[in-house]
């Protein structure tokens, strides 16, 4: 660069400075041109991969937020039922008579077992839910919507393809002129997935739901939110406020500082070793995985609580001790008011990273398949990124509709509690 | 009596405590005329509810953590002895027996009647011990709140008391992270001595070969030196540096022409997007690499006829150098916005166009700080666990290429942990090995990431 700029002198020597700089200067201002070209091209494919990776989740997900049933006529035939006990009424007979009924060609046994697995084995709780609650339904013959099979609901939204030949994919040629015969008399029909949000976790695609995950994540931020909170605050009070300068109070800032960085599947194994193995809390609880996620999100809190006092002036801090209050006194009844929306936020965004953190959890045994929604904190639970985990390694097609649906729930969710530490944020923040 | 209930029994006698104190003081304060109170009032009912209810929660945690062993030591005596059972593991096997025939996860007809007679022991105790601990935290309880009622006097200064207390929980609550710390190197310390003591160190750090499946069968342990780490390591830097190379340029074009280039407005707006970026959760990027990316890179390399694993190193990276991208800008932007004004005043003043003040004068400035901003984003991409548990291998192969499958150390942890596993075999022992390498790995980096930045940065002013 010296070197052809010293020749480029020499040559030009005679013409002046000014002739010299003018000469370079459409070389200079390309390179300016190039360089702030690829500045805000970094930035477009940041956004790019952003767009990118929120519509793929979009189209991949937002079917399963509608759900294929099927009308069946069910006889409710008396025979079938015990006055006395309900509940345990063969149900599925009803629902493979109604549905063999619809399909009268189907004679032969394999054709027979290919049309009820047209119906999902939960149309028989369905049946079992109606009756015990309406028992007069007995008798009688009613049209009733029953959930279609997972395979179903996948061929008609067209994610089973037709095109592929028959034993590629999981509805043969003759389910699928069946479905269209269905479809055809207006026994077909998508409504909302209520089911996705009801229930809890199932080997059956169309009837896994999130609501036992989104209870485990609650009762987990839950813990995680009543440990962390208190404790951060107080650590980061006695941090900023009373800690005296010395190689103690340095030791404990460095190792929070590091601890903010260390990798979260660390904290994971931390709590195998000590909350499972050591003090033998039961497995899987959301009660661990609030204890492990309170580890991970403690230096997040401390870090964003030590900011929040800091910006407390010191004029606030000097007026209260000028007019008698204790140091205590000064802390708890003005500087800790005036910090706490700081604080609050900090926590709000530790509890979103706790809230998307999954393998910790995966250490603590949270990864068990779990259909009962869980009801406290020490009973068997799943969050909601484990679960989308779980069902992201499912093969099964239903379940990576389900899985985006998911991730949909679960980036509103991060939305919403993001939006609302901004809020709270513009709200509360002073400028001192 | 349960442990929730005798808690807040314990709880409401508290707070009973402190409203008996509240109204003493006041009492007191009204009567005295010549002396006033040392303290405001409500500080001597907060000293006796503190007097009530610390000493008797301690003794009920005390006695938690001292009597559940105690009892299970008690009931096993007699089982052990009569079993002919010597060996601490067969032991350990037998209480784990207990404990869930007494959580009542295991069916009491598959069990030895000795050891259903044992857990009827414990619960019997159990049941006594729960008794005399109630009685002897509440008798504590009502003793403290006693003591402390009658003590309550004009002089007695309260205030203090109570601060001190309140100072002292500041304390532990603050040394916490140290134990943290302490808690995270000693349990992956004691688990990685265990492991050592089967596999030597020096197969484990040098070692070629990773099949950890191997182990399983006794005859292999350690001598067949499949637990050596190289293969791992390889992987996870492989993984890590594709990471990098997507998200350093970008990360670090996109600080530089938000801080210098843009306006107001569009800093504004672009910047919450990118931070975005940062705030989806790994495993929604994991979701993205296994089912978007990776076949999409996967048809790529067919149609121009190069063999692309399913699971190949390339998918898992990129999408990991997206998830970094944010990461690298926002803590370049903070660097560069640090380096004062006059620096760049003195350039333009020279003449420099602004893409040179940026390359000669600002990126230098700014160097320290930046490096360290990529070494902290190098330990994010080594210590990041669900994109490549989702999207990259799980075998082990000591592979440079980009386009075959790669494993990482964060996968491996997952995958010897996760499931139900005996607890000292070597293969779930290597996976708090790992996780000391992983630990030690990313805190020198931490380290000297800050090191970097605080010895190199330019003072100005």
């Given at each position: 660069m010296n070197e052809e700029k010293s020749g480029q002198m020499n040559e030009l020597g005679d013409m002046g400075a000014m002739a010299w700089v003018n000469a370079g200067l459409t070389a200079r201002y390309r390179r300016e041109r190039r360089f702030k070209f690829f500045g805000l091209a970094a930035i477009a494919a940041s956004l790019m991969f952003l767009v990118l990776l929120l519509g793929a989740i979009a189209i991949k997900g937002y079917t399963a937020f509608r759900q294929t049933q099927i009308l069946l006529d069910i006889h409710f035939a008396p025979a079938v039922f015990d006055v006395h006990n309900l509940a345990s009424a063969n149900y599925a007979a009803l629902v493979r008579d109604a549905t063999l009924s619809l399909f009268p060609q189907a004679m032969d046994r394999q054709d027979r077992r290919a049309a009820i697995k047209l119906v999902s084995i939960g149309a028989a709780y369905q049946l079992q839910e109606m009756v015990t609650r309406k028992p007069e339904l007995i008798g009688a013959t009613k049209p009733i919507w029953v959930l279609a099979a997972g395979e179903v609901d996948m061929f008609v939204k067209g994610h089973i393809s037709r095109d592929v030949t028959e034993n590629e994919r999981r509805i043969s040629d003759k389910q699928a002129t069946w479905i269209d015969q269905l479809a055809a008399s207006g026994r077909l029909r998508q409504t909302f997935n209520a089911t996705f949000f009801q229930a809890g976790d199932s080997r059956e695609s169309e009837l896994a739901g999130i609501r036992g995950a989104v209870m485990g994540s609650f009762f987990t931020l839950a813990v995680t939110l009543a440990f962390s909170f208190p404790i951060g605050v107080a650590a980061a009070v006695y941090l900023e406020e009373f800690a005296p300068k010395n190689r103690w109070a340095d030791l404990i800032e460095v190792n929070i500082n590091n601890l903010a960085a260390v990798p979260s599947i660390v904290f994971g194994l931390l709590g195998l070793a000590v909350f499972l193995n050591c003090m033998n809390l039961p497995r899987s609880a959301s009660l661990v995985g609030g204890l492990v996620l309170t580890l991970m999100t403690l230096p997040t809190i401390i870090i964003a609580s030590r900011a929040s006092l800091r910006s407390v002036p010191s004029s606030i801090r000097e007026a209260a001790l000028g007019i008698g209050a204790s140091q205590m006194q000064t802390v708890v009844h003005h500087v800790l008011p005036l910090s706490m929306p700081g604080m609050m936020t900090g926590a709000i965004i530790g509890m979103a990273r706790a809230l998307g953190e999954t393998a910790p959890l995966l250490m603590i045994g949270m990864v068990a398949f779990i259909v009962d929604v869980p009801r406290?904190?020490?009973?068997?639970a799943t969050v909601l990124p484990v679960q989308i985990y779980l069902w992201a390694n499912n093969p099964e097609r239903a379940f990576v509709e389900r899985t985006a649906a998911a991730i949909m729930v679960l980036l509103l969710l991060l939305l919403a509690i993001n939006a609302s530490a901004v809020l709270l944020r513009n709200k509360f923040e002073r400028r001192w | 009596m349960s442990l929730p209930l005798l808690v807040t029994l314990i709880l409401l006698l508290s707070s009973l405590t402190y409203w008996l104190g509240c109204r003493r003081a006041f009492m007191l304060a009204r009567q005295s005329l010549s002396g006033k109170l040392h303290s405001r009032p409500y500080y001597y009912g907060v000293l006796a509810g503190l007097w009530c209810g610390l000493p008797s929660l301690a003794v009920v945690v005390v006695w938690h953590l001292a009597a559940e062993p105690l009892l299970i030591r008690m009931a096993m005596d007699g089982v052990a002895a009569a079993k002919g059972i010597s060996s601490p593991d067969q032991a350990n096997l037998l209480v784990n027996d207990l404990r869930n025939l007494v959580a009542g996860t295991?069916?009491?007809?598959?069990?030895?009647p000795l050891i259903q007679a044992a857990a009827d022991q414990y619960l019997g105790m159990r049941r006594i011990s729960d008794l005399a601990l109630a009685t002897v935290a509440l008798s504590t309880a009502l003793a403290g709140a006693c003591l402390l009622l009658k003590r309550i006097r004009p002089t007695l200064r309260a205030r203090n008391q109570v601060e001190r207390v309140i100072k002292v929980v500041l304390t532990l609550c603050s040394t916490l992270a140290v134990f943290i710390t302490i808690g995270i190197v000693l349990s992956v310390l004691l688990e990685s001595i265990r492991f050592f003591q089967q596999v030597s160190p020096t197969d484990f750090l040098f070692g070629f070969k990773w099949s950890p499946q191997m182990a399983i069968r006794a005859d292999q342990t350690g001598s067949s030196g499949s637990f050596g780490a190289i293969p791992v390591l390889v992987g996870t830097f492989l993984i890590s540096g594709i990471a990098m190379v997507i998200a350093v340029p970008l990360g670090l074009m996109s600080a530089i022409y938000l801080s210098e280039y843009a306006g107001a407005r569009f800093r504004a707006a672009v910047k919450p997007l990118l931070e975005i970026l940062a705030g989806v959760p790994t495993v929604v990027y994991g979701f993205f690499a296994a089912l978007v990316v990776a076949p999409a890179i996967k048809d790529l390399g067919a149609m121009v006829g190069l063999p692309v694993a399913s699971e190949s190193a390339l998918a898992a990276g990129l999408v990991m150098g997206i998830m970094i991208i944010p990461f690298v800008s926002s803590l370049s932007d903070d660097v560069i916005n640090a380096v004062p004004q006059s620096l760049r005043d003195g350039s333009y003043g020279l003449g420099a166009t602004k893409s040179e003040t940026i390359k000669l004068v600002i990126l230098p400035a700014a160097l320290p700080g930046i490096v360290g901003s990529i070494l902290l984003a190098v330990s994010r991409a080594i210590g990041e666990t669900m994109i490549v548990v989702m999207a990259a291998g799980m075998a082990a192969n000591l592979t440079f290429n980009p386009f075959k499958a790669a494993t990482t150390v964060t996968v491996q942890i997952v995958t010897l942990l996760v499931?139900?596993?005996?607890?000292?075999?070597p293969k779930t022992l290597a996976a708090f090995a790992l996780g000391l390498l992983l630990f030690i790995v990313t805190l020198a980096l931490n380290v000297i990431a800050l090191y970097v930045v605080r010895k190199y940065r330019e003072e100005y002013e």
């Amino acid at each position: 660069m010296n070197e052809e700029k010293s020749g480029q002198m020499n040559e030009l020597g005679d013409m002046g400075a000014m002739a010299w700089v003018n000469a370079g200067l459409t070389a200079r201002y390309r390179r300016e041109r190039r360089f702030k070209f690829f500045g805000l091209a970094a930035i477009a494919a940041s956004l790019m991969f952003l767009v990118l990776l929120l519509g793929a989740i979009a189209i991949k997900g937002y079917t399963a937020f509608r759900q294929t049933q099927i009308l069946l006529d069910i006889h409710f035939a008396p025979a079938v039922f015990d006055v006395h006990n309900l509940a345990s009424a063969n149900y599925a007979a009803l629902v493979r008579d109604a549905t063999l009924s619809l399909f009268p060609q189907a004679m032969d046994r394999q054709d027979r077992r290919a049309a009820i697995k047209l119906v999902s084995i939960g149309a028989a709780y369905q049946l079992q839910e109606m009756v015990t609650r309406k028992p007069e339904l007995i008798g009688a013959t009613k049209p009733i919507w029953v959930l279609a099979a997972g395979e179903v609901d996948m061929f008609v939204k067209g994610h089973i393809s037709r095109d592929v030949t028959e034993n590629e994919r999981r509805i043969s040629d003759k389910q699928a002129t069946w479905i269209d015969q269905l479809a055809a008399s207006g026994r077909l029909r998508q409504t909302f997935n209520a089911t996705f949000f009801q229930a809890g976790d199932s080997r059956e695609s169309e009837l896994a739901g999130i609501r036992g995950a989104v209870m485990g994540s609650f009762f987990t931020l839950a813990v995680t939110l009543a440990f962390s909170f208190p404790i951060g605050v107080a650590a980061a009070v006695y941090l900023e406020e009373f800690a005296p300068k010395n190689r103690w109070a340095d030791l404990i800032e460095v190792n929070i500082n590091n601890l903010a960085a260390v990798p979260s599947i660390v904290f994971g194994l931390l709590g195998l070793a000590v909350f499972l193995n050591c003090m033998n809390l039961p497995r899987s609880a959301s009660l661990v995985g609030g204890l492990v996620l309170t580890l991970m999100t403690l230096p997040t809190i401390i870090i964003a609580s030590r900011a929040s006092l800091r910006s407390v002036p010191s004029s606030i801090r000097e007026a209260a001790l000028g007019i008698g209050a204790s140091q205590m006194q000064t802390v708890v009844h003005h500087v800790l008011p005036l910090s706490m929306p700081g604080m609050m936020t900090g926590a709000i965004i530790g509890m979103a990273r706790a809230l998307g953190e999954t393998a910790p959890l995966l250490m603590i045994g949270m990864v068990a398949f779990i259909v009962d929604v869980p009801r406290g904190f020490s009973d068997p639970a799943t969050v909601l990124p484990v679960q989308i985990y779980l069902w992201a390694n499912n093969p099964e097609r239903a379940f990576v509709e389900r899985t985006a649906a998911a991730i949909m729930v679960l980036l509103l969710l991060l939305l919403a509690i993001n939006a609302s530490a901004v809020l709270l944020r513009n709200k509360f923040e002073r400028r001192w | 009596m349960s442990l929730p209930l005798l808690v807040t029994l314990i709880l409401l006698l508290s707070s009973l405590t402190y409203w008996l104190g509240c109204r003493r003081a006041f009492m007191l304060a009204r009567q005295s005329l010549s002396g006033k109170l040392h303290s405001r009032p409500y500080y001597y009912g907060v000293l006796a509810g503190l007097w009530c209810g610390l000493p008797s929660l301690a003794v009920v945690v005390v006695w938690h953590l001292a009597a559940e062993p105690l009892l299970i030591r008690m009931a096993m005596d007699g089982v052990a002895a009569a079993k002919g059972i010597s060996s601490p593991d067969q032991a350990n096997l037998l209480v784990n027996d207990l404990r869930n025939l007494v959580a009542g996860t295991m069916m009491a007809h598959k069990v030895d009647p000795l050891i259903q007679a044992a857990a009827d022991q414990y619960l019997g105790m159990r049941r006594i011990s729960d008794l005399a601990l109630a009685t002897v935290a509440l008798s504590t309880a009502l003793a403290g709140a006693c003591l402390l009622l009658k003590r309550i006097r004009p002089t007695l200064r309260a205030r203090n008391q109570v601060e001190r207390v309140i100072k002292v929980v500041l304390t532990l609550c603050s040394t916490l992270a140290v134990f943290i710390t302490i808690g995270i190197v000693l349990s992956v310390l004691l688990e990685s001595i265990r492991f050592f003591q089967q596999v030597s160190p020096t197969d484990f750090l040098f070692g070629f070969k990773w099949s950890p499946q191997m182990a399983i069968r006794a005859d292999q342990t350690g001598s067949s030196g499949s637990f050596g780490a190289i293969p791992v390591l390889v992987g996870t830097f492989l993984i890590s540096g594709i990471a990098m190379v997507i998200a350093v340029p970008l990360g670090l074009m996109s600080a530089i022409y938000l801080s210098e280039y843009a306006g107001a407005r569009f800093r504004a707006a672009v910047k919450p997007l990118l931070e975005i970026l940062a705030g989806v959760p790994t495993v929604v990027y994991g979701f993205f690499a296994a089912l978007v990316v990776a076949p999409a890179i996967k048809d790529l390399g067919a149609m121009v006829g190069l063999p692309v694993a399913s699971e190949s190193a390339l998918a898992a990276g990129l999408v990991m150098g997206i998830m970094i991208i944010p990461f690298v800008s926002s803590l370049s932007d903070d660097v560069i916005n640090a380096v004062p004004q006059s620096l760049r005043d003195g350039s333009y003043g020279l003449g420099a166009t602004k893409s040179e003040t940026i390359k000669l004068v600002i990126l230098p400035a700014a160097l320290p700080g930046i490096v360290g901003s990529i070494l902290l984003a190098v330990s994010r991409a080594i210590g990041e666990t669900m994109i490549v548990v989702m999207a990259a291998g799980m075998a082990a192969n000591l592979t440079f290429n980009p386009f075959k499958a790669a494993t990482t150390v964060t996968v491996q942890i997952v995958t010897l942990l996760v499931g139900d596993q005996e607890f000292d075999s070597p293969k779930t022992l290597a996976a708090f090995a790992l996780g000391l390498l992983l630990f030690i790995v990313t805190l020198a980096l931490n380290v000297i990431a800050l090191y970097v930045v605080r010895k190199y940065r330019e003072e100005y002013e």
